[in-house]
């Protein structure tokens, strides 16, 4: 899949002028960047492995207990990569569906899922009202809880729509010094940003209390009443050449898809740089940190 780079939206405008966007600007920068590199995700987080040789997909399928779940919701579902992993691991006992606000990732989906009976449906997370009350045993989140906001609508739409015992599993951003190297990849792609917008991290995408795993259970802790609340540090690896993990790399970060074209280059050459000097035996590694959070009614 081509990238496409120099992405404007209403979002990078307000960054630009040096004004605070609200969650209307988030929402028109997310649906830009999604249209014009749909499934962009995938890659890396497919590739990206913990100690035990599981990747990000893998540790939310592993929530699911086909024993006592009977239907499970892909919550900002994207291009269906969980979906498909999780249709293909269970039997059809369990039912499945996903929601996205993506045309783009939507209809990725649903060419990857064309051979099931998985119902996706076009919604933002926090407006739900086609699904009932206590109606779903599972609900999973890929990397998407982090981009959110208002978060607490999402939050408490996730309360209303889980069932009794039901569970909530997602993966979100790790803290940033829990991974070697993460941190100075992290500051390479944002000092290009940077260059473009000055005031670019400054306010980050969604609720920057997501990615901070103290601010994250503050957060749930007051609105999950009752629940047990779990948030897993996970580090996930990938091994490559320099020029693939600084391609890789580069098209996960949000940040890399403002830039222009002669920008994105230079970005990938400091990239290719930074991990050649880490390289051993022909390669090098990336280190990305994450949080599995899983919510469910104490016993």
């Known amino acids: 899949m081509t990238k496409c780079s120099n992405i404007v939206s209403a979002w990078t405008r307000q960054i630009e002028n040096r004004k605070k966007p609200d969650s209307s600007d988030l929402q028109d920068h997310?649906?830009?960047?999604?249209?014009?590199?749909?499934?962009?995700?995938?890659?890396?987080?497919?590739?990206?492995?913990?100690?035990n040789g599981k990747n990000s997909y893998e540790l939310l399928a592993d929530i699911i207990d086909q024993e006592h779940h009977s239907n499970v919701l892909d919550l900002a579902c994207g291009s269906g990569v969980l979906l498909d992993l999780c249709n293909r691991r269970?039997?059809?006992?369990?039912?499945?569906?996903?929601?996205?606000i993506s045309d783009a990732e939507l209809k990725l989906a649903?060419?990857?899922?064309?051979?099931?009976?998985?119902?996706l449906?076009?919604?933002?997370?926090?407006?739900?009202?086609?699904?009932?009350?206590t109606s779903v045993d599972v609900i999973l989140c890929h990397w998407a809880l982090t981009l959110m906001d208002p978060i607490i609508p999402v939050l408490e739409?996730?309360?209303?729509?889980?069932?009794?015992?039901?569970?909530?599993?997602?993966?979100?951003?790790?803290?940033?010094?829990s991974a070697p190297g993460y941190l100075e990849i992290h500051e390479?792609?944002?000092?290009h940003?940077?260059?473009?917008?000055?005031?670019?991290?400054?306010?980050?995408?969604g609720d920057p209390r997501?990615?901070?795993?103290?601010?994250?259970?503050?957060?749930?802790?007051?609105?999950?009443?009752?629940?047990?609340?779990?948030?897993?540090?996970?580090?996930?690896?990938?091994?490559?050449?320099?020029?693939?993990?600084?391609?890789?790399?580069?098209?996960?970060?949000?940040?890399?898809?403002?830039?222009?074209?002669e920008e994105h280059r230079q970005m990938l050459e400091e990239l290719e740089n930074y991990f050649s000097e880490k390289m051993r035996n022909g390669e090098s590694s990336f280190n990305l940190p994450v949080n599995r959070l899983v919510i469910k009614e104490s016993d």
């Open 121 to 133: 449906h076009q919604s933002m997370a926090q407006s739900c009202d086609f699904i009932a009350d």
């Open 110 to 119: 649903s060419e990857r899922l064309i051979q099931t009976d998985i119902a």
């Open 188 to 191: 390479i792609i944002y000092a």
């Open 210 to 261: 997501v990615r901070k795993k103290d601010k994250l259970h503050e957060l749930l802790k007051n609105i999950f009443v009752g629940f047990d609340i779990q948030i897993s540090p996970i580090r996930l690896s990938f091994n490559a050449t320099p020029e693939i993990l600084a391609k890789e790399t580069a098209g996960f970060f949000y940040a890399s898809f403002i830039l222009s074209i």
């Open 157 to 177: 739409t996730v309360k209303r729509i889980l069932k009794h015992k039901g569970i909530f599993a997602a993966i979100v951003d790790g803290d940033e010094d």
């Open 193 to 205: 940003a940077q260059r473009k917008y000055p005031d670019y991290g400054v306010v980050e995408l």
């Open 30 to 51: 997310l649906t830009e960047v999604h249209e014009k590199n749909a499934g962009f995700t995938e890659a890396l987080a497919w590739k990206c492995r913990d100690a």
């Open 90 to 100: 269970f039997d059809s006992k369990v039912s499945f569906a996903g929601i996205d």
